[in-house]
């Protein structure tokens, strides 16, 4: 995707405490991010990194106890007169962002499927009552009909009996396509998914992201795809954002981070995707991520990365330019820094799905 279609989202600089009586814990420090229309963009990272507070915060339905400290969230839009209209949902009135934002024009796809749909209704009712909300003077056979299309466009078969269905009736791969159309039936122009299939065995798994990749084109929606797996990112992403503790420390175009990554800790998400034809034990970086409560001294990736330096324990790095579309913030990249190469595990890993790459191409 072009990096000159018009800017739908942006995060700049964003920044979130989480306040309790005994500490502060430093969530997000300082995140930028930009989505632009009908592109995917990944933000990867293992547990705690931050990724769905992220994405909550642009919500605007982080809990009680976030405080964010700086930053803004723009959303952008064309006024039905043709105007660039720029709203900063941070400082925007939270009803207002209820009731023109969230479910609207951004919708959101949650990993576990049951907390999102109601146990008691039936799926048609409950696919009935998200079109009736979003367009309330739509005729009842009008909504039925919406209500059946929506569920074809998500490929759930023999949709009229299905409509007749309650959720625990229908297989996880099933209630999760049932989310999706519900997050679709307002139209929305940007989908968050947040892990949505985390839960599923990995075949489903794949469905799933097919089915996502395919509304994504057909709609021209602007996806942000929240996932601890970077096997998942190659599937769907056209830009990824790296994130450890609360930062993004790589970010590029898909190609820069699978082809050229040059964080350790990105070469470590690399090492950690399954590999079905190689004998090697799967890879997990050693080591946890820091505990946010207290600044991290230096680069907070220091302590786990085997190519720390002296420099990396005392100073954070700044984000370094590899190219107009990758950045990365590793001293490794500094020009004082000795040369390192990647790992030869990872090298050999860049070189297969370079030639999968080639191959799927001339199918
Ligand atoms: N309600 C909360 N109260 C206090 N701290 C929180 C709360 N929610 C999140 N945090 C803090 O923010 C950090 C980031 O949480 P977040 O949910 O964004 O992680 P994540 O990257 O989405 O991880 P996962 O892959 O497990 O979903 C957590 O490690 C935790 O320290
Ligand atoms: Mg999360």
Redesign the pocket.
Known sequence: MADTAEKVLEIKGLD?S?R?STET?H??RGIDLVLRKGETVALV??????????M?AAMGIL?E??EINSGSIIYYEKTPEGEQRETDLISADKEWIRKNIRGKRIAMVF?DPMTSLNPTMTIGDQLSLSIKTHEPGLKKAMIKERAIGLLKEVGITEAERRMKQYPHEFSGGMRQRMVIAIALSCNPEILIC??PTTALDVTIQDRILELIVSLQQKRSLSVIY?T?DLGVVAKVADHVNV?YA?KIIETGTVFDIFYDPRHPYTWGLLSAIPDPDSGDELYSIPGT?P??SKEPEGDAFAPRNPYAMEIDYKAEPPMFKVSDTHYAATWLLDERAPKVSRPEAIERRIEKMKKEAADYVNI
Do not use: C, R, W
């Open positions: 979130i989480f309790s814990i969530a997000i990272g293992e547990s705690g990194s931050g990724k769905s507070v992220t909550k809990p106890n976030a990993q947040d892990e929240i601890h994130m609360g991520p505990y946010l």
